[in-house]
């Protein structure tokens, strides 16, 4: 009898084991099928967008080790002796892979989630089988129902420091998590025989899961932007990391005296980093502070767990509240202070384009008149060395009689576009003078044999048709040369002979460029393919 019993026990342990397997593949089945509608002819849906940086392997890699370490951490250190979780946030990481991969990939990741999610329920034993799998299928059903929503109401590219798209984000937490906790309580009441009331479990289910995602989703999107490739190395900032460890480690100093009232203190110290960094550091720091918090408080620690022996309390009336009251510590002056910095931001850009605007040709967007002899009395009081080129178009009247403005005008942006190209390559700049007559400027030493063979490919290159205004044209340009640097003489002189060797190049039948000497300059060698003076 007693060998027959212990058969028949381990049968029925193997033929438990075959059922969970089976409800495990049924699961893995159903998140495929999933991924076939989303292929499908637009049956499915999809939250990942293009605005996202592309992220590979490596991503979803660090997404599943997320999901692995913080379900561990809130399984062994989060939960009191009754089975409850302040807050749940390893659906966070499952949350960011469908806002930030690509479909497929995304699909894997929930696929690891949830098997790592089953294992660690298993190894913890904290709940029965049904029950784990009911919990770790209903966790991606929360993040199924909320990515689609998070996508349409907070931004191509999710950034939940907002406070309008953290307030839009809020709702959807608790709507994913109502509609999932609804699901839970009926299929524990109605089928694995829970005897809790359903109310207050329903009530504790939504409150852990929203919060979870509510506390960690900023961070994780935080570790994810804030990382290089393939690496989790934070671009840190000395004095906001050491305000961060400050809030952490106050927050264990005021949960482990638990007669202290050191924990108000957190609120202050919320407050001076949500003014000094950025509001994802906030927000970061929030969801370490809730942490370790929760940690503590379920080891009876703190002043919560002391006002609740019994744990009764801890969940449902102070410690998620207390959580969320973090949030609102830092949400407004995130707001305050991100609305200040965007006017700046918003007032440095206005300036830059009324510079722009003042400096530059409103057609072709190269330098005007004014900036470019700015620059070049900066060239002539620093002695810079280069060359000076003076670039007027030939017969640029016959395109406008023949064309018309219109047409003119979309020849000289495309032409000023391409004098660009062939300039700015070497550090130089371009100016547009006035009508069809531009000036460039490029920096360096030449010998003769360079500038000729500079000038001869920038003629070259503008004697290429253009494409405009539905036509394709050709045309040819004079050019005037004048070297910098050799000499001391003002930028108006060097300006009044780049000019003389523009003209001497039309009186010599246009098409070609002239390098302007002085007559007495012995130690000047004229060009084989241009003009000198």
């Given at each position: ?48 967008r ?23 951490i ?11 979780s ?46 784990s ?17 998070t ?58 899961d ?5 506390l ?5 999107l ?69 942490a ?117 005008d ?12 062939l ?52 045309v ?58």
């Amino acid at each position: 009898m007693p060998a027959s019993s212990a058969v028949r026990g381990a049968i029925d342990r193997l033929h438990a084991v075959r059922v969970e397997w089976h409800l495990f593949l049924a699961v893995i089945r159903v998140l495929v099928v999933l991924d076939a509608l989303r292929e499908g002819a637009g049956l499915g849906w999809r939250p990942y967008r293009s605005a996202e940086t592309r992220r590979g392997i490596g991503t979803a890699a660090m997404l599943v080790a997320v999901f692995g370490a913080s379900c561990l951490i809130s399984r062994f250190f989060f939960t009191d002796e009754f089975g409850y979780s302040s807050f749940w946030p390893p659906n966070a990481a499952m949350l960011v892979a469908l806002l930030t991969l690509r479909p497929r990939l995304a699909m894997g990741v929930l696929a690891a989630c949830l098997a790592v999610n089953f294992g660690i329920n298993r190894f913890a034993g904290a709940l029965s089988p049904p029950e784990s799998l009911l919990a770790c299928s209903l966790n991606v059903i929360q993040v199924l129902l909320a990515a689609p929503m998070t996508r349409r109401f907070c931004g191509a590219k999710i950034d939940l420091t907002r406070p309008r798209r953290f307030a839009a984000f809020t709702v959807i937490a608790l709507l994913s998590a109502a509609t999932e906790a609804a699901i839970g309580v009926a299929i524990e009441y109605l089928f694995l025989g829970d005897a809790a009331p359903p109310i207050g479990e329903w009530m504790q289910w939504v409150l852990c899961d929203a919060l979870g995602l509510l506390l960690a989703t900023p961070a994780v999107l935080n570790l994810l932007r804030y990382s290089r490739p393939g690496q989790i190395i934070w671009r840190v900032e000395k004095e906001n990391v050491a305000l961060l460890l400050s809030c952490v480690v106050l927050t264990i100093l005021s949960f482990a005296w638990t007669r202290s009232p050191l924990f108000l203190f957190l609120y202050p110290a919320l407050a001076m980093l949500a003014f000094h960094a950025r509001p994802a550091w906030s927000l970061t720091a929030v969801f370490f502070v809730s942490a370790f918090a929760s940690a503590l408080t379920a080891r009876g620690l703190g002043p919560i767990a002391r006002l609740s022996p019994d744990g009764t309390l801890m969940r449902e009336g102070m410690m998620q509240p207390y959580l969320f009251s973090l949030l609102l510590v830092v949400l407004p002056i995130n707001n305050a202070v991100g609305e200040k910095r965007r006017d700046t931001r918003r007032l440095m850009m206005m300036k830059a384009n009324l510079e722009h605007a003042a400096t530059h040709d409103m057609l072709t967007s190269t330098m005007n008149r004014q900036k470019f002899e700015a620059i070049l009395k900066s060239v002539v009081e620093w002695q810079q060395p280069g060359v000076i080129l003076f670039i007027d178009i030939d017969d640029f009247k016959g395109v406008n009689d023949s064309l018309g403005h219109q047409a003119g005008d979309a020849f000289l942006k495309a032409f000023s576009v391409r004098l660009r190209g062939l300039v700015t390559w070497r550090g130089g700049c371009v100016g547009r003078f006035g009508g069809d007559e531009f000036a460039a400027f490029v920096p360096g030493r030449f010998s003769p044999e360079e500038l000729d063979a500079l000038c001869v490919m920038i003629s070259s290159a503008l004697r290429a048709p253009y494409c405009f205004a539905g036509v394709t044209r050709s045309v040819t340009a004079s050019i005037g040369a004048v070297m910098t640097g050799m000499d001391r003489i003002t930028a108006d002189e060097l300006i009044h002979r780049a000019d003389t060797a523009l003209y001497a190049t039309k009186a010599a039948g246009r098409d070609g460029y002239t390098l302007f000497r002085e007559p007495a300059a012995d130690d000047l060698v004229p060009f084989p393919a241009g003009r000198a003076l």
